[in-house]
């Protein structure tokens, strides 16, 4: 099990009361895996069923795999005007 660090933007920074959250997953997790985990956080229950995650800079697939040093940021929804 490795600690993955999380970065978290606007609402969900506000929701979370912090710019960062850790969650502890097995090597070989996916995307997927990481954003039950964080929806699985005590708070976690507040935030959309589909999450939107970067990696790396980049949007990320479901299945992606991640690591623990990747740059790895939840996507909060953007609303346009």
Known sequence: ???FRVRL???F???????HIEV??????????????VQNL?????????????VN???A?????VMPTDEIAL???VAGG
């Open 57 to 59: 800079h980049s949007y």
């Open 75 to 77: 996507i909060p929804p």
């Open 1 to 3: 099990m490795e600690p």
């Open 61 to 65: 697939d479901p299945g992606t795999v």
């Open 24 to 37: 502890i997953l097995p090597r070989g997790s996916t995307v997927r895996d990481l954003a039950r985990a």
């Open 42 to 54: 005590p708070l976690g229950s507040r935030l959309p069923e589909q999450l939107v995650v970067a």
């Open 13 to 19: 920074a506000d929701l979370f009361g912090d710019s």
């Open 9 to 11: 933007f606007a609402s």
